[in-house]
């Protein structure tokens, strides 16, 4: 018996000495223990674009839950990038913790605020979102803070009341041109370094006459939003970046100078859209940038995505347009929205626990590597992953790092600068009337600010009318 046992333990020895040849004993630990994790995450997503399951997470899993543990989560499922990423995310989760099962229940692509309020109002409020309208759903009382553990691990965090209830997925869309590249080297046409090279190089394609300089998809009426903040942060936020809320406590309103100027930059700007802008949808940009109808589009991160996959051959450049003091100012760093975790879900400890996980483990270095290059974003955290990505977004990444001042959109601020609900659709309706000449700058003006009086008689996070803070 003895003998056989001996026997045994050598022949083992002998293994174990063959197979050190070809790796390391703590890499056979680590490869047995993430062996079926991974098979499953190879079958689930593209090979171009696996998300790996984390093998620190295996091996502390037993320590999250006390017993097994079930979670909802929902998304804005309407974009195809979006839906893939999150599946392979959350199957990789569950495989590396057994006793925590998360559970997508999806939107169907619809309106995404709509679908996420009628969760609530049925009592189905979800224990993980992505959260968008995050001030509406922290006054309700509806939000949990997410713990110092999480809120550390980004190089900018948006706080109410010195709280954090969001864990932003990506970083402010930032905007930019998108052109014809190799239109613009058959033309000897070159970047801009300043705002007034800009308007020269439009007005030089506008004097070729063989393509509009700059398509706008103005019959969406959030799309002007992109050319209208770059105005904004260049001739409002420069001088003063609470304006909306000295605007709240009377002491601003919107025939202030800066304000005025934001329109007139629109105006500069706008002049080289191409004729009926306000008839073409955001749908169709990428159709006039790619068909030789424009020479450039404005717009987000998200572009680079549609415009390869509408002309894989394209060749596409990208630059920032310089503020007209030469700064640069882009829409970047973390925003108000992100994963969220609901305050129902979070008085229990187990979900609690694993909900806080989940966030950690989107955010582990090679998942999150994973969601932003299959999404085109930009990382917010302050150890960004390094992106295998197009060039341009690389571009991107850099000129986000090297610009002036970061911010959020404007209707995309916090606390007193807050915008009420409606203005900033009114005011965009306003511009575009101003824009097409149907109504002069003053009493655009003029009107924005009757709606803006009329507004905070209801929504006025100064006075704190209409706030509604759950106790």
């Not at 304006?243 to 009377?250: L, M, P, Q, S, T």
Request: proline share 5%.
């Amino acid at each position: 018996m003895k003998k056989r046992f001996l026997s045994l333990l050598l022949s083992t020895a002998m293994i174990a000495s063959l197979l050190a040849g070809c790796g390391s004993a703590s890499t056979q630990d680590a490869g047995d223990a993430d062996t079926k994790a991974s098979e499953t995450a190879q079958e689930s997503a593209p090979a171009e674009s696996e998300a790996p399951a984390e093998t620190a997470a295996q091996e502390s899993s037993a320590s999250i839950v006390t017993e097994p543990t079930e979670l909802t989560f929902i998304f804005a499922d309407g974009d195809e990038g979006m839906k893939e990423a999150m599946n392979t995310i959350v199957k990789n989760f569950n495989d590396a913790y057994p006793d925590i099962t998360v559970t997508i229940e999806p939107g169907n692509g619809g309106a995404y605020s709509e679908f996420l309020k009628t969760k609530d109002s049925v009592g189905e409020f979800p224990d993980i979102m992505e959260m968008r309208d995050t001030a509406m759903y922290v006054r309700a009382g509806k939000l949990a803070e997410l713990p110092e553990d999480i809120t550390s691990l980004f190089s900018s965090v948006t706080e109410f009341d010195g709280k954090v209830y969001t864990a932003a997925m990506g970083g402010e869309n930032t905007d930019g041109i998108y052109y014809n590249k190799a239109y613009f080297d058959a033309n000897g046409l070159t970047e801009p370094e300043t705002y007034e090279e800009f308007l020269e190089l439009c007005q030089t394609i506008k004097d070729k006459g063989d393509m509009a300089p700059l398509v706008v998809g103005g019959q969406d009426i959030w799309h002007l939003g992109f050319l209208f903040n770059k105005a904004y942060d260049d001739q409002v936020i420069s001088q003063d970046e609470d304006f909306i809320e000295h605007c709240y406590d009377g002491s601003k309103d919107f025939s202030d100078p800066a304000f005025q100027a934001t329109f007139e930059e629109m105006g500069d700007i706008m002049q080289y859209a191409q004729d009926g802008w306000t008839s073409t949808p955001d749908a169709q940009i990428t159709t006039f940038l790619v068909n030789d109808m424009a020479a450039m589009l404005f717009s987000g991160t998200h572009m680079i995505k549609t415009i390869k996959e509408a002309a894989p051959d394209f060749e596409l450049g990208w630059f920032a347009i310089p503020s007209p003091d030469g700064q640069l100012r882009l829409v970047g760093g973390s925003g108000i929205g992100g994963l969220a975790i609901s305050a129902e879900s979070a008085k229990d400890p187990n979900k609690k626990a694993a909900a806080e996980e989940f966030i950690r483990f989107f955010f582990s270095e090679e998942t999150y590597k994973y969601y932003c290059e299959t999404m085109n974003c930009l990382p917010t955290t302050s150890q960004a992953p390094l992106l295998d990505v197009d060039p341009v977004m690389l571009e991107i990444v850099d000129a986000t790092a090297q610009a002036d001042h970061l911010s959020p959109m404007w209707n995309g601020k916090t606390g007193n600068n807050e915008l009420p609900p409606d203005f900033r659709n009114f005011t965009y309706k306003t511009c575009i009337e101003y824009l097409q000449g149907t109504t002069d700058l003053d009493a655009a003006l003029e009107e924005i600010n009757k709606t803006w009086q009329t507004a905070i008689t209801s929504f006025n996070p100064v006075t704190g009318v209409g706030i509604t803070v759950a106790e």
